[in-house]
């Protein structure tokens, strides 16, 4: 719990009047250039500490805690010292948003328990007099904010999944908490900028995935101007090692302190709030379905495929993990509404009318970017509107197009019969669709979108092998990484995420990339920073190959041999039925 700055003390002897304590805040690799021989004893003064018997952080290891008394391993026995981090903010299932109020700490005395934001929690009571003060908290589900004011003012506490018993451990001061609001987002990929200027030269600092717990030790701050954040959520802090006075980040630009509840301009350090990934046995699809609206009621959980309602009627759903293709009784035939990552609080949030539910589906995740087209004749013939984004009017973007037929190349795509992402829905995969009005029984389609790609971590394994697709090398160099296909090892270089057409490692965020851009058997693939090229892109096919944009004749494979690169993961041509260069995606 101590998230304070971690610092160590070299003390002097007993009696002794040469030197003075050394106190330290950071990792010391070799504490022998720190002349530490006149100090032989260490306290900790705050934080937890690694103490190692080598250099380099090798050897035995102590852990060494904070105490009103010196130590009593002798500063001659440690060379080398780190502070334990924290494990960071973290969120397991964040469309899983759930949290409970206690009037007692300890988890005393009356509760409520809620899946929606509240703009007051007085107004939740009968009378102000049953409502005085919130003394423990248990978050289920998601990341929450709590606020000292209603309607999301005032100061603010970002609450993770997890207990807390008292309002110290939420960081409260005596002020009660009055409103509370979940957050949604992209919790893979997270992305910041802070301006310290209004100027378009000024200094900025572009964050990607990272903690920074000092600010000024790269080089920025105290004053931040303005700051946009890209993607995800990030908690910023008036005071270095995540302390003091905390301000929420959205997706969106804070044109001044005023803008993210400040007092003043000091930001000394920020993080992300990042999502962690499951264990592989869990289900890689999970819908909770509720028997009233607004998740109240009776709730089942679903992970496959379900066509009977006799015994139990859904009003209301969270979508967990996947995406589910919900059926429902139409006039003249069934029809279908597709329900992505997210919370509906009824059917008609589903784009479903009032009508009898036949089936829930889950639907397969695709590795691939959306393209689709389509063509004013029959057969994929005629003029050709091409798409890789959603549109929201297809007569918008060309007045006189009527689709007669539709090729979906890559993706999942869901067509629309009505403009702006309203009306009949129908869920599209890729194939070729010659005659659309005999497909969907619409004369036009109005608006169509790519499917959303869920927020999945995954790890990717060779059928031949068994192994796995593994980062190896200095993961603080690119250039001093390859990739190769390893044994299980539990380790984040092992798992990756998949957008816009990349793979990206967990480990440092770099790029699984073809060396050099070379579209030949033979080329080695490795990491590199993100820059979107094909090089860089890949397409898990059907049949368990992953291709590059490059060319659609390489694939990926395992070198082989008897050299020390046996391992090492290199583009050939899809030979059939060779399983080297067949692999399965595991679900995190």
Known sequence: QDCGIPEVEFCLAAGSTEGLPICIQDAVANLEELDVEKNPYIRVKSGVWLAYSDFNYKGEMTVLEGCDSPSEIPAADVKSLRPLKMGGLKVQ?????????????????????????????????????????????????????????????????????????????????????LSFRFLQADFIESSVALFQSDDEDGKALDIINEEIPDLEKVGFGPETRSILVRSGV??????????????????????????????SKIIMSIRPVKLEPLGTNEPPHLLKAFSNTHFQGACIDFTAEVSDFTSFIPCSFKVLRGCWLLCYEGEITDNHCVLEEGLYVDLSSCGCPAATIKSLKPIQYVFAEPSISLFTLECCKGRELHFSEPVNSVLNEDLHFYTQSVWVRSGLWIAYEGCNFLGKQILLEPSEISNWNEHSGWKVIGSLRPMKQPAVYVRVKNRAQGKYLTVSGSLADVRATSVSASPYNSKDTQVWHYCRGLFKSRANNACLDVIGGRDVPGAKVALWAEHGRDRQKWRLNEDGTISSYLSEQLVLDIKGGNYYDKNHIVMNQPIEDKPSQKWDIEML
């Open 93 to 177: 299932m964040p469309m899983n948003v759930k949290i409970i109020i206690y009037e007692k700490t300890h988890f005393g005395g009356w509760s409520k328990e809620f899946s929606e934001n509240i703009t007051s929690v007085p107004a939740l009571f009968a009378s102000k007099e049953e409502f005085q003060d919130i003394g423990s908290i248990r978050v289920i589900g998601g990341v929450w904010v709590a606020y000292d004011k209603e309607r999301y003012k005032g100061h603010q506490y970002l609450l993770e999944e997890g207990d807390y018993e008292d309002r110290h451990s939420w960081g409260g001061t005596d002020s009660v908490l």
């Open 234 to 263: 990030w908690v910023a802090y008036q005071q270095k090692y995540f302390c003091g006075e905390q301000y929420v980040l959205e997706k969106g630009k804070y044109k001044c302190f005023f803008d993210w509840g400040g007092s």
